[in-house]
């Protein structure tokens, strides 16, 4: 059970900054689409090697067919240990194929299972037992699930088992409290702008840190 640092926003000097001082608490660090594109190749690596030995995902948020979508994570696989992807795109010549390529290649597939903002309940909500079915299926490494509607991430956690990794994002500025996605079930909780945009980021992992530990004892899980 953990943290996982949502990097999206910010340059390399103070993404690596911001990793100097937190890399020893956070289980993992998502790399976002603006950080990508913002960025080069060799940014990203030496990112990578000012904090080693955690869990790295390119969140591409991949939705398109099976072929653009390996091609894509192609470009990008020697760098991370994890993608995600969307789990609407269908699993034939869609996720099949990621899934195929992802495993061939040693990296972690991560579905979307529904989204943490508002909108998620005007179309992906409605189809969250298709997308349960659908992740099922392709049994991936993990799940996105919204830690602002922690209900969702119970219903997944029960009708998944325990295997499945659940990340979840939507602490903070979204609206959740640290611990309370790890409470309904989730492995780790992806947090981003209250890490990011705060003045002494060391100070706000660790109080997520141990506001997640209060909440676990509350609802009686030990934390790692
Ligand atoms: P923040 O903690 O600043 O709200 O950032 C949340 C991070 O999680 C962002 O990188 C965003 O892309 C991601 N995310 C999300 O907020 N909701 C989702 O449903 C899925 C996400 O990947």
Sequence with gaps: MGLIL????????KALEILNDVCDYVDGIKIGIPFLIRNSS????????????????????????????????????GFFDAIIAHSF????NGLDELARYCDENGLKLVLVATMSHEGAKELYDFA????????KQVNPWGLVAPATRPEV??????TLGSKIKILSPGIGPQ?????????????YEIVG????????????????ISAQKRKLRECGINMR
Aim: charged fraction near 25%.
């Design 193 to 208: 702008r209250l890490i990011t945009r705060s003045n002494s980021p060391l100070k706000a992992v660790q109080e997520i």
């Design 6 to 13: 949502a990097i999206d926003d910010l340059s390399v000097k």
């Design 42 to 77: 060799s940014d990203l690596k030496s990112l990578k090697t000012s904090c080693t030995k955690k869990l790295w995902i390119a969140d591409l948020k991949l939705a398109d067919i099976g072929y653009i979508m390996v091609r894509t994570t192609d470009l990008i696989a």
């Design 153 to 158: 991430i119970y219903f997944l956690r029960r």
């Design 128 to 135: 969250l037992i298709r997308m349960r079915d659908i992740v």
């Design 89 to 92: 795109v269908g699993i034939k």
């Design 175 to 187: 609206g959740a409290l640290p611990g309370e996605a790890l409470c309904a079930g989730s492995n």
